[in-house]
């Protein structure tokens, strides 16, 4: 639903409305399509004008394949599109829209647990000449050569390769250390003729800081895989040029300025959490987990080091509302207004907008970032286009923004809606409408596109459909002067719909850490039941509003086993699995089932005796920082390390020294700790040093 907010993307797939399926669906066995699903219909035709400033438009590129990650616009106009799951797909002109891409190589060895997958692309700046694209991806071990983590490979483009996955080769990769499911990162750009991959943290931000850990890396490594001889941080892997990134999801290198920027996406405490912009430079400590924002961020006083960590150009605060940045291009075409020429324009995937921001010669913000688009909800990829447009993603699909800067508008689709009229069976009649306006109040004409191979140029006719099976029609409206805006609707699912059950767990099902949940289906059609091929299952991690993937597009299999980490991203917050399974008939007819599984959760407490001296001393948990008194939810069985400090200035200007965990005196400072099935609170006993201190106000 591309121009709903997140929240109520949210709100849609909860178990409060559970009646809206993912499609519009309609069939023999179901009653005309409701108000509700005809207002989604129209708000998400009306994609192409929400949001936008006059003379901007919005239009589908494409619709496939989830998470398409990112980009590669070739020099014969042709463009590569990569997708999480391992797919690089291919279409030979980009400004051909909508596209309809092919497969152009498969990569058999994608890890798609999780947030890994295959994350990002670039194309050598010889291209030309060598035809060579780079792809990062998280590997599978199942090559005999212990490749299992951080892969980039090269490959060759040309027309004339048959087998294109067999010119792949590695030119570098790192082994998984302490991974989790979520946070790899990581967008790969060149510059100077070396690769440069931001890295995240991999949901262990305790490690960030630890030097035999290269959680949090911006990697740079030559073409050929070589290690440049002048990285120089402190970390054992000398592949690490920077350091300290939560999760660099997406970065841009700016060609005017040499300048690549980095925007890290801020951390799940949304009192203290900010979304940064960087500029990557040697050798520094962009600081995870001890900062966020500034360095002189007052929110993270006594761990964030103004002589050690390098602040953020350009933050901002959650402010007690989820935010994601999705960083984007420093932009350098001349299709929209001046104003952005030169800017830095960037999204946000929570919060659903796209911003430009200012910058001056040296590529330094020098105002205010300003939004022009709140329509934008689970964006998380942005480029620049050779023509001048922006191009993003979302889940399902890739958008495009043009601006007719001036020069004659498109029209704008008001109206594209469809409405099931048959009571039951086939032939199954649907009405179609639809509304549109020309800005320069142009004469407009309307093509409607059934997806059967038969048109109609009414804005408002009845349309029979004679064959079961999933159809995707679009609407395609112009001006006399050609200009066009096309709008898709959501499939229309004509036919008996699979009936499906899932057997397995209950709807609500709470669950603990290291549970293993089996998720079990079952469908049939008129009686008989489909076979394991038919299904397909996806599930979700929901964390307040925005979600990360778990198992995405698991085919063939009637049971699911999903098996809840115990460590790694926490259930803090409100967090909860989204499991559906759909279901295709042999007419191609889809229908789906959702169910909701809920943490058990506790509460826990740190604090510090005295209490009376040392009041609001930091603590860190998973190496994110919690004051003392502070109470945070947590999943019963998680595992968590607990960190106090070794000093700290009391309250009564005295320093104070760790002694001990009053509950188990045989643990040190750092401690690991399995939530257990109720409330606790873990005390840390500090004696007097017999020293003053000063600044003590027992913050520690």
């Known amino acids: 639903l591309l121009c709903l907010k997140q929240a109520d993307r949210e709100e849609l797939a909860t178990p409060t409305s559970p009646s809206l399926p993912p499609r519009i669906q309609v069939s023999p066995q179901m009653r005309p399509i409701s108000t509700l699903a005809l207002?989604?219909?129209?708000?998400?035709?009306?994609?192409?004008?929400?949001?936008?400033?006059?003379?901007?438009?919005?239009?589908?590129?494409?619709?496939?394949?989830?998470?398409?990650?990112?980009?590669?616009?070739?020099?014969?106009?042709?463009?590569?599109?990569?997708?999480?799951?391992?797919?690089?797909l291919h279409a030979p002109d980009f400004t051909k829209i909508p596209l309809f891409p092919t497969e152009y190589v498969r990569l058999d060895n994608v890890n798609t647990d999780g947030e890994r997958?295959?994350?990002?692309?670039?194309?050598?700046?010889?291209?030309?000449?060598?035809?060579?694209?780079?792809?990062?991806?998280?590997?599978?071990?199942?090559?005999?050569?212990?490749?299992?983590?951080?892969?980039?490979?090269?490959?060759?483009?040309?027309?004339?390769?048959?087998?294109?996955?067999?010119?792949?080769?590695?030119?570098?990769?790192l082994n998984a250390d302490n991974p989790g499911p979520y946070h790899y990162g990581g967008d790969l750009v060149i510059r100077?003729?070396?690769?440069?991959?931001?890295?995240?943290?991999?949901?262990?931000?305790?490690?960030?800081?630890?030097?035999?850990?290269?959680?949090?890396?911006?990697?740079?490594?030559?073409?050929?895989?070589?290690?440049?001889?002048?990285?120089?941080?402190?970390?054992?892997?000398?592949?690490?040029?920077?350091?300290?990134?939560?999760?660099?999801?997406?970065?841009?290198?700016?060609?005017?300025?040499?300048?690549?920027?980095?925007?890290?996406?801020?951390?799940n405490d949304q009192f203290t959490a900010a979304e940064d912009l960087h500029l990557a430079l040697p050798g520094k400590n962009y600081g995870w987990p001890l900062c966020e924002g500034k360095c002189n961020n007052p929110r993270y006083a006594g761990s964030c080091d103004c002589s050690k960590h390098e602040s953020a150009i350009y933050?901002?605060?959650?402010?007690?509302?989820?935010?994601?940045?999705?960083?984007?291009?420093?932009?350098?075409?001349?299709?929209?207004?001046?104003?952005?020429?030169?800017?830095?324009?960037?999204?946000?995937?929570?919060?659903?907008?796209?911003?430009?921001?200012?910058?001056?010669?040296?590529?330094?913000?020098?105002?205010?970032?300003?939004?022009?688009?709140?329509?934008?909800?689970?964006?998380?990829?942005?480029?620049?286009?050779?023509d001048g447009s922006l191009w993003y993603s979302n889940y399902h699909d890739v958008l495009r923004i043009s601006a007719s800067n001036g020069q004659n508008q498109p029209p704008q689709i008001t109206l594209a809606q469809a409405t099931s009229t048959s009571g039951s069976g086939l032939p199954h009649v649907v009405q179609f409408e639809a509304a549109a306006i020309d800005p320069e109040g142009d004469f407009i004409s309307y093509t409607w596109d059934f997806d059967d191979g038969t048109t109609s140029n009414q804005p408002n006719t009845l349309?029979?459909?004679?064959?079961?099976?999933?159809?995707?029609?679009?609407?395609?409206?112009?001006?006399?002067?050609?200009?066009?805006?096309?709008?898709?609707?959501?499939a229309l699912e004509i036919g008996e719909l699979p009936d499906i059950t899932i057997v397995s767990p209950a709807n609500g099902t709470v669950f603990?850490?290291?549970?293993?949940?089996?998720?079990?289906?079952?469908?049939?059609?008129?009686?008989?039941?489909?076979p394991k091929s038919s299904f397909t299952w996806n599930v979700v991690l929901f964390h307040d509003d925005h979600t990360h993937p778990v198992k995405t597009d698991i085919k063939g299999k009637k049971k699911l086993r999903l098996?809840?980490?115990?460590?790694?991203?926490?259930?803090?917050?409100?967090?909860?699995?989204?499991?559906?399974?759909?279901?295709?008939?042999?007419?191609?007819?889809?229908?789906?089932?959702?169910?909701?599984?809920?943490?058990?959760?506790?509460?826990?407490?740190?604090?510090?005796?005295?209490?009376?001296?040392?009041?609001?001393?930091?603590?860190?948990?998973?190496?994110?920082?919690?004051?003392?008194?502070n109470e945070f939810d947590a999943l019963v069985g998680f595992r968590h390390e607990l960190e106090a400090p070794a000093q700290v200035c009391g309250t009564d200007g005295q320093l104070y020294d760790f002694k001990r965990w009053q509950d188990n005196a045989d643990e040190g400072r750092l401690r690991k700790v399995t939530v257990p099935a109720d409330d606790v609170t873990y005390k840390a006993v500090f004696v007097a040093a017999g020293t003053t201190c000063s600044g003590g106000g027992g913050g520690g």
């Not at 398409?68 to 106009?77: A, N, S």
């Not at 998280?138 to 004339?160: D, E, M, P, Q, W």
């Not at 911003?355 to 105002?367: A, E, N, V």
């Open 117 to 173: 997958g295959l994350l990002s692309m670039a194309l050598d700046p010889n291209f030309s000449q060598n035809g060579y694209f780079y792809v990062f991806y998280l590997a599978l071990n199942n090559r005999g050569n212990n490749l299992a983590g951080v892969t980039i490979s090269r490959f060759t483009y040309g027309k004339n390769i048959n087998n294109p996955l067999n010119t792949e080769h590695i030119v570098w990769s």
């Open 39 to 88: 207002a989604v219909l129209a708000l998400v035709a009306a994609c192409g004008v929400a949001g936008l400033p006059q003379g901007f438009q919005r239009e589908v590129v494409y619709q496939g394949y989830s998470d398409p990650v990112k980009y590669l616009f070739l020099p014969d106009g042709g463009v590569l599109i990569g997708v999480r799951d391992g797919v690089v």
């Open 563 to 629: 098996k809840v980490h115990k460590k790694g991203h926490n259930f803090a917050g409100n967090t909860y699995f989204r499991a559906q399974v759909t279901a295709t008939s042999p007419q191609g007819v889809h229908s789906s089932k959702t169910i909701m599984l809920y943490p058990q959760e506790v509460f826990v407490k740190l604090v510090a005796k005295p209490a009376q001296q040392l009041p609001s001393i930091n603590f860190y948990v998973d190496g994110v920082l919690v004051k003392a008194g």
């Open 315 to 386: 933050t901002y605060d959650h402010n007690n509302v989820n935010a994601a940045i999705i960083g984007g291009v420093v932009y350098r075409g001349t299709m929209l207004p001046s104003e952005f020429q030169g800017s830095y324009i960037f999204g946000d995937f929570s919060r659903g907008f796209l911003k430009y921001l200012p910058l001056d010669s040296k590529g330094l913000p020098k105002g205010n970032a300003v939004q022009f688009d709140d329509a934008s909800a689970g964006v998380f990829n942005i480029q620049a286009a050779p």
């Open 192 to 267: 100077d003729n070396q690769l440069y991959l931001t890295h995240g943290d991999k949901t262990v931000p305790g490690k960030m800081q630890v030097n035999s850990f290269s959680n949090g890396c911006v990697f740079r490594i030559n073409l050929d895989g070589s290690i440049p001889q002048d990285n120089n941080t402190p970390k054992a892997n000398k592949a690490c040029w920077a350091y300290g990134i939560r999760n660099g999801w997406r970065a841009t290198h700016d060609p005017v300025t040499n300048n690549i920027y980095i925007a890290e996406v801020g951390g």
């Open 512 to 530: 603990v850490a290291g549970a293993k949940l089996d998720l079990v289906a079952q469908a049939t059609v008129g009686g008989s039941n489909l």
């Open 463 to 490: 349309h029979t459909y004679y064959v079961a099976g999933e159809y995707h029609p679009k609407l395609t409206v112009k001006d006399s002067k050609n200009n066009k805006a096309t709008s898709y609707l959501p």
